[in-house]
């Protein structure tokens, strides 16, 4: 089992700035992919980016591209992600997720954290 524990969201203007974390715990390895995925209120969750832990290799969504990034921290089993030029849309509740790298979907969840922004 892998434990997944956000923090950082919270209410921004428009344009401004948000970093989200993601501790991860419990049977952590470099087969994981930590990902990135977000719900707006009425919407189907989404993608955001993703990050493979062995390799560093990164996925965005085009949604955000040249405006969020990816990072991890080996030493702190910690993914981050950076947040900028925030739009009214991104408004949604973020999930930090992980799967194994041998599994096509993700099996582990964090709990969530809002992130607002106001225009």
């Known amino acids: 089992q892998v434990q997944l524990v956000e923090s950082g969201g919270g209410l921004v203007q428009a344009g401004g700035s948000l970093r989200l974390s993601c501790a991860a715990s419990?049977?952590?390895?470099?087969?994981?992919?930590m990902g990135w995925f977000r719900q707006a209120p009425g919407k189907e969750r989404e993608f955001v980016t993703a990050?493979?832990?062995?390799?560093?290799?990164?996925v965005y969504a085009d949604s955000v591209k040249g405006r969020f990034t990816i990072s991890r921290d080996n030493a702190k089993n910690t993914v981050y992600l950076q947040m900028d030029s925030l739009k009214p849309e991104d408004t949604a509740v973020y999930y930090c997720?992980?799967?194994?790298?041998?599994?096509?979907?993700?099996?582990?969840w964090g709990q969530g954290t809002q992130v607002t922004v106001s225009s």
């Open positions: 997720a992980a799967r194994r790298l041998t599994n096509r979907n993700y099996n582990y």
């Open positions: 419990g049977r952590t390895s470099s087969s994981l992919v």
């Open positions: 990050i493979t832990w062995s390799t560093g290799s990164i």
